[in-house]
Each structure stands twice: as C-alpha cells, then as structure tokens.
C-alpha cells in the first residue's frame, strides 16, 4: 500500500519560512507528478504547486509564485515546499498528492486528478 508521509509543518510568525517534506514509499516515484494542495478551515483544497516527474518543471498558483519552491529527490523518494515570505492567508492544512502522469498538465490544480494522498501537515502562520 502506497504511503504518503509530510512533516515540517509548524508555527511561524509571518514574513518566517519553513520547510515541508513528503516522503513516498511503496510506489514507483518517477512515473508520477508531484502536487502540494492546501486546505483551510472552511474552504475548498486547492493546488498550489506541482512538480513533473524529473523535477524539470514546477507550476505554482499565483499566490505563492516568487514565495513557495518545490522540488524533489527522486533518490529518497521526497518531495519538498520550501515556504518563504509566509503570510497568515498561508494558514491551511497541507497534504502532498501523486498523480499518475509524469506531467503535471493542465489539470494540475485538480484535486481528483491526483490519486494518492498523505495526512497531511499543518502550517500556522500568525501576524
């Protein structure tokens, strides 16, 4: 069974940074695309990044673009949101997601496209 583990989540005070991971066993890592969705309390989950099966290329919802990098190793089978600039409209669960295309597409913000799921990690940011 595929497992999906994030951790690094926290709180930081805004303008902090932090780092989350996502560690992936039981699947073959390069076929898929990478995602990063969040959820806040009330609110719909929502992609804000993804990243192609070799890393050479990353998608970013504009409200993270220039603050959030994503990236992975696909030695250790990670995968990482290097956070910056954090804001307290950043405060949301965030799970990490495979999809089963090695690209990201056009669809890449669609939650249901995205097959398997962690826990999840929760980042709180305060003013």
């Known amino acids: 069974q595929v497992q999906m583990v994030e951790s690094g989540g926290g709180l930081v005070q805004a303008g902090g940074s932090l780092r989350l991971s996502c560690k992936v066993s039981?699947?073959?890592?390069?076929?898929?695309?990478m995602g990063w969705f969040r959820q806040a309390p009330g609110k719909e989950r929502e992609g804000i990044s993804c990243?192609?099966?070799?890393?050479?290329?990353?998608d970013y919802v504009d409200s993270v673009k220039d603050r959030f990098t994503m990236s992975r190793d696909n030695e250790k089978n990670l995968v990482y949101l290097q956070m910056s600039g954090l804001k307290p409209e950043d405060t949301a669960m965030y799970y990490c997601?495979?999809?089963?295309?090695?690209?990201?597409?056009?669809?890449?913000?669609?939650?249901?496209?995205?097959?398997?799921w962690g826990q999840g990690t929760q980042v709180t940011v305060s003013s």
């Open positions: 997601a495979a999809k089963d295309t090695v690209y990201c597409e056009s669809t890449w913000r669609t939650a249901n496209d995205f097959i398997y």
């Open positions: 039981r699947l073959t890592f390069v076929n898929y695309a």
């Open positions: 990243i192609s099966w070799s890393g050479s290329r990353t």
